[in-house]
Protein backbone atom coordinates (compact mmCIF):
# COMPACT_ATOMS: atom_id res chain seq x y z
CA UNK A 1 0.00 0.00 0.00
CA UNK A 2 0.88 3.65 -0.92
CA UNK A 3 0.48 7.32 1.23
CA UNK A 4 1.23 10.32 -0.34
CA UNK A 5 2.91 12.71 1.94
CA UNK A 6 2.25 16.02 1.36
CA UNK A 7 3.51 18.65 3.81
CA UNK A 8 3.04 21.84 2.44
CA UNK A 9 3.53 25.15 3.83
CA UNK A 10 4.54 26.73 7.33
CA UNK A 11 3.60 24.39 9.95
CA UNK A 12 2.67 21.64 7.48
CA UNK A 13 6.18 20.07 7.60
CA UNK A 14 6.63 20.16 11.26
CA UNK A 15 4.01 18.55 11.92
CA UNK A 16 3.83 15.83 8.70
CA UNK A 17 7.09 15.21 10.23
CA UNK A 18 5.94 14.04 13.66
CA UNK A 19 2.85 12.22 11.90
CA UNK A 20 5.49 10.63 9.60
CA UNK A 21 7.40 9.15 13.11
CA UNK A 22 4.72 7.62 13.81
CA UNK A 23 3.40 5.80 11.08
CA UNK A 24 7.21 4.17 10.94
CA UNK A 25 7.35 3.28 14.37
CA UNK A 26 4.21 1.62 13.50
CA UNK A 27 5.83 -0.61 11.13
CA UNK A 28 3.61 -0.85 8.88
CA UNK A 29 3.81 -2.60 5.28
CA UNK A 30 3.07 0.53 3.94
CA UNK A 31 5.36 2.69 1.99
CA UNK A 32 5.62 7.04 1.74
CA UNK A 33 6.03 8.95 -0.96
CA UNK A 34 6.53 12.93 -0.78
CA UNK A 35 5.07 14.93 -3.00
CA UNK A 36 5.14 19.26 -3.10
CA UNK A 37 2.00 21.15 -2.82
CA UNK A 38 0.66 24.06 -1.90
CA UNK A 39 2.80 27.75 -2.19
CA UNK A 40 6.20 25.90 -2.17
CA UNK A 41 5.17 23.77 -5.11
CA UNK A 42 4.20 26.94 -7.07
CA UNK A 43 7.53 28.16 -5.85
CA UNK A 44 9.24 25.39 -7.36
CA UNK A 45 7.25 24.19 -10.35
CA UNK A 46 4.53 27.41 -11.06
CA UNK A 47 1.17 25.43 -9.44
CA UNK A 48 -0.04 24.41 -6.26
CA UNK A 49 -0.72 21.31 -7.15
CA UNK A 50 1.82 20.03 -10.13
CA UNK A 51 1.15 16.85 -12.21
CA UNK A 52 3.24 14.55 -10.61
CA UNK A 53 1.82 15.51 -7.08
CA UNK A 54 -1.63 15.07 -8.61
CA UNK A 55 -0.74 11.53 -10.52
CA UNK A 56 0.87 9.94 -6.93
CA UNK A 57 -2.24 11.32 -4.92
CA UNK A 58 -3.93 9.51 -7.89
CA UNK A 59 -2.69 6.18 -7.28
CA UNK A 60 -1.93 6.15 -3.65
CA UNK A 61 -4.43 3.96 -1.69
CA UNK A 62 -4.17 7.31 0.89
CA UNK A 63 -2.95 11.25 1.30
CA UNK A 64 -1.53 12.69 4.05
CA UNK A 65 -1.87 16.54 3.57
CA UNK A 66 -0.06 18.74 6.23
CA UNK A 67 -1.66 22.39 5.39
CA UNK A 68 -1.37 25.17 2.93
CA UNK A 69 -0.95 29.16 1.90
CA UNK A 70 0.55 31.64 3.26
CA UNK A 71 -0.13 35.93 3.01
CA UNK A 72 2.67 36.26 0.64
CA UNK A 73 0.61 34.14 -2.20
CA UNK A 74 -2.52 36.76 -1.59
CA UNK A 75 -1.75 38.82 -4.67
CA UNK A 76 -1.46 35.71 -6.93
CA UNK A 77 -4.66 34.68 -9.69
CA UNK A 78 -6.12 32.77 -7.76
CA UNK A 79 -5.59 29.77 -9.72
CA UNK A 80 -2.49 29.90 -8.23
CA UNK A 81 -3.16 30.27 -4.87
CA UNK A 82 -1.91 27.64 -2.72
CA UNK A 83 -5.82 26.32 -1.78
CA UNK A 84 -6.60 25.43 -4.86
CA UNK A 85 -4.11 22.95 -4.51
CA UNK A 86 -7.03 21.21 -1.96
CA UNK A 87 -10.10 22.47 -4.34
CA UNK A 88 -7.91 20.58 -7.10
CA UNK A 89 -7.47 17.51 -5.29
CA UNK A 90 -11.26 17.03 -3.88
CA UNK A 91 -12.19 17.64 -7.24
CA UNK A 92 -9.47 15.06 -9.22
CA UNK A 93 -10.49 12.46 -6.46
CA UNK A 94 -14.06 13.11 -6.32
CA UNK A 95 -13.75 13.38 -2.52
CA UNK A 96 -17.23 13.97 -1.13
CA UNK A 97 -17.43 13.08 1.89
CA UNK A 98 -15.88 14.74 4.77
CA UNK A 99 -15.49 13.18 8.50
CA UNK A 100 -15.19 15.74 11.72
CA UNK A 101 -14.88 13.96 14.27
CA UNK A 102 -15.35 16.37 17.27
CA UNK A 103 -13.82 14.42 20.54
CA UNK A 104 -12.84 16.39 23.51
CA UNK A 105 -10.56 14.45 25.62
CA UNK A 106 -11.16 14.18 29.02
CA UNK A 107 -7.69 15.76 30.39
CA UNK A 108 -8.40 18.89 28.03
CA UNK A 109 -11.92 19.76 29.43
CA UNK A 110 -10.97 23.03 30.90
CA UNK A 111 -9.86 24.15 27.11
CA UNK A 112 -13.51 24.16 25.41
CA UNK A 113 -15.68 26.82 25.21
CA UNK A 114 -18.44 25.50 26.84
CA UNK A 115 -18.83 24.14 30.28
CA UNK A 116 -16.88 21.08 31.42
CA UNK A 117 -20.14 19.15 32.59
CA UNK A 118 -21.45 19.99 28.89
CA UNK A 119 -18.47 18.61 26.80
CA UNK A 120 -16.81 16.05 29.21
CA UNK A 121 -16.75 13.05 27.27
CA UNK A 122 -17.69 14.34 23.97
CA UNK A 123 -17.10 12.24 21.01
CA UNK A 124 -19.43 13.08 17.83
CA UNK A 125 -18.92 13.07 14.11
CA UNK A 126 -19.87 15.07 11.36
CA UNK A 127 -20.13 14.36 8.40
CA UNK A 128 -20.37 17.15 5.63
CA UNK A 129 -21.27 16.56 1.93
CA UNK A 130 -18.38 18.38 0.53
CA UNK A 131 -18.49 18.34 -3.52
CA UNK A 132 -22.30 19.83 -4.42
CA UNK A 133 -24.49 22.64 -2.69
CA UNK A 134 -24.46 26.07 -3.21
CA UNK A 135 -20.64 26.39 -3.06
CA UNK A 136 -20.91 24.63 -6.47
CA UNK A 137 -24.43 25.34 -7.67
CA UNK A 138 -24.88 26.85 -11.42
CA UNK A 139 -25.62 29.10 -12.69
CA UNK A 140 -24.60 32.04 -10.23
CA UNK A 141 -22.92 35.53 -11.08
CA UNK A 142 -24.06 39.21 -10.96
CA UNK A 143 -26.79 40.36 -12.94
CA UNK A 144 -29.33 43.53 -13.34
CA UNK A 145 -32.59 42.27 -11.06
CA UNK A 146 -34.92 40.66 -13.11
CA UNK A 147 -37.95 41.70 -11.32
CA UNK A 148 -39.71 42.83 -8.22
CA UNK A 149 -38.88 46.04 -6.54
CA UNK A 150 -35.23 46.23 -7.20
CA UNK A 151 -35.60 45.73 -10.71
CA UNK A 152 -32.59 46.66 -12.47
CA UNK A 153 -30.64 47.09 -9.72
CA UNK A 154 -27.79 44.93 -9.68
CA UNK A 155 -27.85 41.74 -7.61
CA UNK A 156 -25.46 38.57 -7.11
CA UNK A 157 -26.98 35.16 -6.61
CA UNK A 158 -25.93 31.72 -6.55
CA UNK A 159 -27.67 27.95 -7.14
CA UNK A 160 -28.67 25.73 -4.30
CA UNK A 161 -28.59 22.16 -6.11
CA UNK A 162 -28.77 18.58 -4.79
CA UNK A 163 -28.87 15.48 -7.25
CA UNK A 164 -30.44 12.22 -5.98
CA UNK A 165 -27.40 10.22 -5.74
CA UNK A 166 -25.42 13.00 -4.63
CA UNK A 167 -27.90 12.82 -1.04
CA UNK A 168 -27.96 8.73 -1.42
CA UNK A 169 -24.04 8.47 -1.12
CA UNK A 170 -23.87 10.54 1.50
CA UNK A 171 -26.87 9.33 2.85
CA UNK A 172 -25.06 5.92 3.03
CA UNK A 173 -21.73 7.15 4.12
CA UNK A 174 -23.38 8.36 7.62
CA UNK A 175 -25.53 5.42 8.25
CA UNK A 176 -22.44 2.67 7.89
CA UNK A 177 -20.04 5.18 10.23
CA UNK A 178 -22.96 5.39 12.52
CA UNK A 179 -22.95 1.23 12.39
CA UNK A 180 -19.51 1.49 13.88
CA UNK A 181 -20.14 4.03 16.20
CA UNK A 182 -23.59 4.53 18.17
CA UNK A 183 -26.11 3.75 15.47
CA UNK A 184 -27.72 6.87 15.76
CA UNK A 185 -27.90 9.86 12.49
CA UNK A 186 -29.14 13.30 12.86
CA UNK A 187 -29.98 14.67 9.76
CA UNK A 188 -29.44 18.52 9.88
CA UNK A 189 -31.87 20.52 6.90
CA UNK A 190 -33.82 23.44 6.53
CA UNK A 191 -36.53 21.48 5.03
CA UNK A 192 -38.97 24.13 6.17
CA UNK A 193 -37.91 26.80 3.69
CA UNK A 194 -35.96 25.50 0.97
CA UNK A 195 -36.74 23.22 -1.64
CA UNK A 196 -33.14 21.71 -1.60
CA UNK A 197 -33.32 20.37 1.73
CA UNK A 198 -36.86 19.13 1.80
CA UNK A 199 -35.56 16.65 -1.36
CA UNK A 200 -32.58 16.12 1.02
CA UNK A 201 -34.57 15.56 4.03
CA UNK A 202 -36.93 13.06 1.56
CA UNK A 203 -33.74 11.04 0.45
CA UNK A 204 -32.06 10.37 3.43
CA UNK A 205 -35.44 9.43 4.66
CA UNK A 206 -35.83 6.68 2.00
CA UNK A 207 -31.73 5.57 2.47
CA UNK A 208 -32.46 5.24 5.82
CA UNK A 209 -35.05 2.36 5.61
CA UNK A 210 -32.40 0.71 4.73
CA UNK A 211 -30.71 0.84 8.06
CA UNK A 212 -33.79 -0.22 10.39
CA UNK A 213 -30.74 -1.10 13.13
CA UNK A 214 -29.77 2.83 12.87
CA UNK A 215 -31.91 5.85 14.44
CA UNK A 216 -32.52 8.31 12.09
CA UNK A 217 -33.93 11.82 13.10
CA UNK A 218 -33.91 15.13 11.17
CA UNK A 219 -33.02 18.72 12.86
CA UNK A 220 -33.30 22.00 10.79
CA UNK A 221 -30.03 23.24 11.10
CA UNK A 222 -30.73 26.66 12.68
CA UNK A 223 -32.01 24.45 16.14
CA UNK A 224 -28.55 22.22 15.23
CA UNK A 225 -26.48 25.32 15.72
CA UNK A 226 -27.68 25.52 19.32
CA UNK A 227 -28.46 22.29 20.37
CA UNK A 228 -24.79 22.07 19.53
CA UNK A 229 -23.76 24.28 22.33
CA UNK A 230 -26.95 23.58 24.40
CA UNK A 231 -26.17 19.41 25.01
CA UNK A 232 -23.52 18.68 21.99
CA UNK A 233 -23.69 14.69 23.76
CA UNK A 234 -26.70 14.38 22.76
CA UNK A 235 -25.44 13.38 18.90
CA UNK A 236 -23.80 10.92 17.76
CA UNK A 237 -23.34 11.24 13.99
CA UNK A 238 -24.48 14.57 12.24
CA UNK A 239 -25.03 14.74 8.43
CA UNK A 240 -25.69 17.80 6.34
CA UNK A 241 -25.22 19.54 3.18
CA UNK A 242 -21.66 21.33 2.55
CA UNK A 243 -22.41 25.09 3.57
CA UNK A 244 -24.37 23.67 6.58
CA UNK A 245 -21.46 21.49 7.12
CA UNK A 246 -19.25 23.78 6.92
CA UNK A 247 -20.42 26.24 9.63
CA UNK A 248 -21.72 23.49 11.64
CA UNK A 249 -18.03 21.39 12.19
CA UNK A 250 -16.26 25.20 12.65
CA UNK A 251 -18.81 25.33 15.17
CA UNK A 252 -18.12 21.67 17.38
CA UNK A 253 -14.54 22.10 16.79
CA UNK A 254 -14.94 25.01 19.33
CA UNK A 255 -16.37 22.69 21.38
CA UNK A 256 -13.10 20.44 21.59
CA UNK A 257 -11.19 22.99 22.98
CA UNK A 258 -8.02 23.61 20.32
CA UNK A 259 -8.15 23.42 16.50
CA UNK A 260 -4.47 21.87 16.64
CA UNK A 261 -6.64 18.39 17.58
CA UNK A 262 -8.88 18.22 15.15
CA UNK A 263 -8.00 15.48 12.77
CA UNK A 264 -10.20 15.22 9.53
CA UNK A 265 -11.22 13.17 6.53
CA UNK A 266 -12.24 13.65 2.67
CA UNK A 267 -13.23 9.81 1.42
CA UNK A 268 -14.62 9.05 -2.45
CA UNK A 269 -16.55 5.74 -2.82
CA UNK A 270 -13.44 3.84 -2.99
CA UNK A 271 -12.69 4.84 0.60
CA UNK A 272 -9.65 6.16 -1.02
CA UNK A 273 -8.94 9.46 1.16
CA UNK A 274 -7.14 13.02 1.93
CA UNK A 275 -6.33 13.10 5.59
CA UNK A 276 -5.13 16.54 7.54
CA UNK A 277 -5.43 18.65 9.98
CA UNK A 278 -8.48 20.81 10.38
CA UNK A 279 -6.75 23.99 10.87
CA UNK A 280 -4.43 25.66 8.01
CA UNK A 281 -0.64 27.00 7.75
CA UNK A 282 -0.91 29.06 10.92
CA UNK A 283 2.61 31.00 9.42
CA UNK A 284 2.35 33.17 12.72
CA UNK A 285 3.95 30.21 14.25
CA UNK A 286 5.62 28.52 11.10
CA UNK A 287 9.08 27.70 12.16
CA UNK A 288 9.03 28.11 16.15
CA UNK A 289 9.08 24.47 16.72
CA UNK A 290 5.87 25.05 18.81
CA UNK A 291 3.01 23.75 16.84
CA UNK A 292 0.51 21.14 18.06
CA UNK A 293 1.37 17.64 15.83
CA UNK A 294 -1.50 15.98 17.41
CA UNK A 295 -4.25 16.39 14.66
CA UNK A 296 -2.24 15.25 11.94
CA UNK A 297 -1.09 12.44 14.12
CA UNK A 298 -4.67 11.65 14.63
CA UNK A 299 -5.47 12.43 10.97
CA UNK A 300 -2.67 9.35 10.31
CA UNK A 301 -4.88 7.47 12.60
CA UNK A 302 -8.19 8.02 10.69
CA UNK A 303 -6.37 7.36 7.37
CA UNK A 304 -4.94 3.52 8.77
CA UNK A 305 -8.95 3.09 9.85
CA UNK A 306 -10.86 3.99 7.30
CA UNK A 307 -8.23 3.73 3.44
CA UNK A 308 -6.17 1.15 5.14
CA UNK A 309 -8.16 -1.23 6.61
CA UNK A 310 -5.58 -0.91 9.88
CA UNK A 311 -7.50 -0.31 12.60
CA UNK A 312 -5.56 -2.10 15.41
CA UNK A 313 -2.88 0.62 14.36
CA UNK A 314 -5.34 3.56 14.91
CA UNK A 315 -6.42 2.01 17.92
CA UNK A 316 -2.54 2.46 18.88
CA UNK A 317 -1.93 6.03 17.56
CA UNK A 318 -5.27 6.97 19.81
CA UNK A 319 -4.63 5.50 22.84
CA UNK A 320 -0.70 6.84 22.93
CA UNK A 321 -1.89 10.11 22.53
CA UNK A 322 -4.32 10.21 25.42
CA UNK A 323 -1.32 8.42 27.10
CA UNK A 324 0.74 11.70 26.37
CA UNK A 325 -2.03 13.87 27.82
CA UNK A 326 -2.20 12.00 30.62
CA UNK A 327 1.43 12.49 31.28
CA UNK A 328 0.15 16.72 31.45
CA UNK A 329 2.68 17.21 27.79
CA UNK A 330 1.00 19.95 26.58
CA UNK A 331 1.54 22.19 23.13
CA UNK A 332 1.44 26.34 23.93
CA UNK A 333 -2.09 25.55 21.91
CA UNK A 334 -3.40 23.59 24.88
CA UNK A 335 -1.60 24.52 28.01
CA UNK A 336 -2.54 25.32 31.24
CA UNK A 337 -1.53 25.71 34.48
CA UNK A 338 0.51 22.83 35.82
CA UNK A 339 1.13 21.05 33.16
CA UNK A 340 4.39 20.18 31.00
CA UNK A 341 4.91 22.73 27.95
CA UNK A 342 6.43 20.91 25.19
CA UNK A 343 7.42 21.66 21.38
CA UNK A 344 6.07 19.96 18.25
CA UNK A 345 9.15 17.50 18.32
CA UNK A 346 8.88 16.70 21.74
CA UNK A 347 5.32 15.79 21.56
CA UNK A 348 5.81 13.51 18.53
CA UNK A 349 8.91 12.25 20.39
CA UNK A 350 6.13 11.25 23.26
CA UNK A 351 3.72 9.66 21.35
CA UNK A 352 6.53 7.65 19.59
CA UNK A 353 7.29 6.48 22.97
CA UNK A 354 3.84 6.08 23.73
CA UNK A 355 3.38 3.20 21.13
CA UNK A 356 6.81 1.64 21.90
CA UNK A 357 6.10 0.93 25.43
CA UNK A 358 3.20 -0.58 25.01
P1 LIG B 1 -4.90 28.57 10.80
O1 LIG B 1 -5.69 27.36 11.15
O2 LIG B 1 -3.65 28.34 10.02
O3 LIG B 1 -4.53 29.34 12.13
C1 LIG B 1 -5.50 29.88 13.02
C2 LIG B 1 -4.88 30.08 14.42
O4 LIG B 1 -4.71 28.79 15.02
C3 LIG B 1 -3.49 30.70 14.38
O5 LIG B 1 -3.34 31.55 15.50
C4 LIG B 1 -2.55 29.52 14.49
O6 LIG B 1 -1.31 29.83 15.10
C5 LIG B 1 -3.37 28.54 15.34
N1 LIG B 1 -3.05 27.14 15.01
C6 LIG B 1 -3.43 26.47 13.88
N2 LIG B 1 -2.95 25.24 13.89
C7 LIG B 1 -2.26 25.10 15.04
C8 LIG B 1 -1.52 24.03 15.62
N3 LIG B 1 -1.37 22.83 15.04
N4 LIG B 1 -0.92 24.24 16.82
C9 LIG B 1 -1.05 25.41 17.45
N5 LIG B 1 -1.74 26.46 16.95
C10 LIG B 1 -2.33 26.31 15.76
O7 LIG B 1 -5.89 29.54 10.00
P2 LIG B 1 -5.59 30.96 9.33
O8 LIG B 1 -4.62 31.73 10.15
O9 LIG B 1 -6.92 31.53 9.05
O10 LIG B 1 -4.93 30.63 7.93
C11 LIG B 1 -3.53 30.55 7.68
C12 LIG B 1 -3.27 30.02 6.28
O11 LIG B 1 -3.71 28.66 6.22
C13 LIG B 1 -4.05 30.77 5.20
O12 LIG B 1 -3.21 30.89 4.07
C14 LIG B 1 -5.22 29.85 4.91
O13 LIG B 1 -5.72 30.00 3.62
C15 LIG B 1 -4.60 28.50 5.09
N6 LIG B 1 -5.55 27.42 5.43
C16 LIG B 1 -5.25 26.19 4.90
C17 LIG B 1 -6.04 25.09 5.19
C18 LIG B 1 -5.62 23.79 4.65
O14 LIG B 1 -4.47 23.61 4.26
N7 LIG B 1 -6.49 22.80 4.65
C19 LIG B 1 -7.26 25.22 6.02
C20 LIG B 1 -7.42 26.54 6.59
C21 LIG B 1 -6.61 27.59 6.27
MG1 LIG C 1 -14.62 26.21 7.34
Known amino acids: MKIAVLPGDGIGTEIVDEAVKVLEVLDLKVE ?46 RQFRPEQAILGLRRNLGLFANFRPAICYEQLTHASSLKPELVAGLDILIIRELTGDIYFGQPRGRRAAPDGAFQGA ?42 TFQFWKDVVTEVGQQYADVKLDHMYVDNAAMQLVKSPKSFDVVVTGNMFGDILSDEAAMLTGSIGMLPSASLNAANQGLYEPSHGSAPDIAGKGVANPLATILSAAMMLRFSLNQPAAADRIESAVKDVLSQGLRTADIWSEGTRKVGTREMGDAVVAAITTK
Open 32 to 77: LEFADVGGMAYDKHGHPLPEATLKLAKEADAILFGAVGDWKYDKLE
Open 154 to 195: EEAFDTMRYARPEIERIAHVAFQAARKRNRKVTSVDKANVLE
